[in-house]
């Protein structure tokens, strides 16, 4: 895979012009873009048809979170406005993500469409352990642990992969094998600032500890020259 290709973009506007503006521009340098809850809310499942039409690949990062009919009902939409990849919560359990899994397939084979990667969230990035403790109330387990259960249990399910912490990476590909995808968010080259994301780790060192995509938002489009940005990591991915 080309190093272009493992960057997936975050897409953290709120408007259309400002989206597709970055899509043009950065389209050259960047595999992935992802419409997350803020774009999406904001300019409705259109974005990603749009975004399609200008040659980019979507990861449409809205984590749903619900009764299996209702999430497998979401991931036939999901097929249908032909997005590359999508996610849901593992926390959501076994039988929502087969469920979505398999009538993700059907569906896709139904219109004629090639079938997203479904990813499932396992901890985000901005949770630590004492929060796992305190505020979420799982005890007795670390957080690399809970995140390497829930992946095999994801994996098991039929998803394609899992959005976990840097920190997980190889213990996740030990447990779940070279073929289960991993995309990372908390990726921070070592030039950027951390912002609120508290388990992270620089593009290159997600690359050698296995990383398929990276999510990468704020060093980019917050950057005076995003293209400069952008081919930086290309550059730190590459060396």
Not at 61 to 72: G, Q, R, S
Not at 141 to 156: Q, S, T
Request: hydrophobic share 40%.
């Amino acid at each position: 895979m080309r190093a272009k290709d493992r960057i997936i973009l975050a897409l953290d506007v709120d408007s259309r012009e400002k989206a597709l503006g970055l899509v043009k521009e950065l389209g050259p340098y960047v595999g992935v873009f992802k419409v997350g809850m803020q774009l999406f809310n904001s300019c409705g499942p259109d974005i990603v048809r749009h975004i399609n039409d200008l040659g980019g690949r979507v990861f449409v990062d809205l984590k749903f979170h619900d009764i299996p009919n209702t999430v497998a009902a979401a991931g036939r939409v999901m097929s249908r406005l032909n997005c590359y990849m999508f996610n849901v919560h593992a926390a959501g359990g076994r039988e929502m993500m087969s469920k979505m899994v398999k009538e993700v397939k059907e569906e896709a084979d139904r219109i004629g469409n090639d079938s997203p990667l479904t990813l499932a969230v396992t901890v985000l990035t901005s949770i630590s352990q004492q929060e796992l403790e305190d505020d979420m109330c799982i005890n007795g387990i670390g957080i690399r642990d809970l995140v390497v259960k829930w992946a095999l249990m994801a994996r098991e399910s039929g998803v394609s992969g899992v959005v976990c912490s840097p920190q997980e990476i190889q213990a996740i590909r030990h447990a779940c094998g070279p073929d289960f995808k991993i995309v990372t968010p908390g990726i921070r080259p070592s030039w950027s600032e951390k912002n609120d994301q508290k388990r992270i780790t620089t593009p290159r060192q997600a690359l050698d500890m296995g990383a398929d995509y990276m999510v990468i938002g704020r060093p980019i489009i917050e950057s005076a020259v995003p293209v400069e940005a952008a081919i930086k990591i290309i550059d730190e991915l590459e060396a």
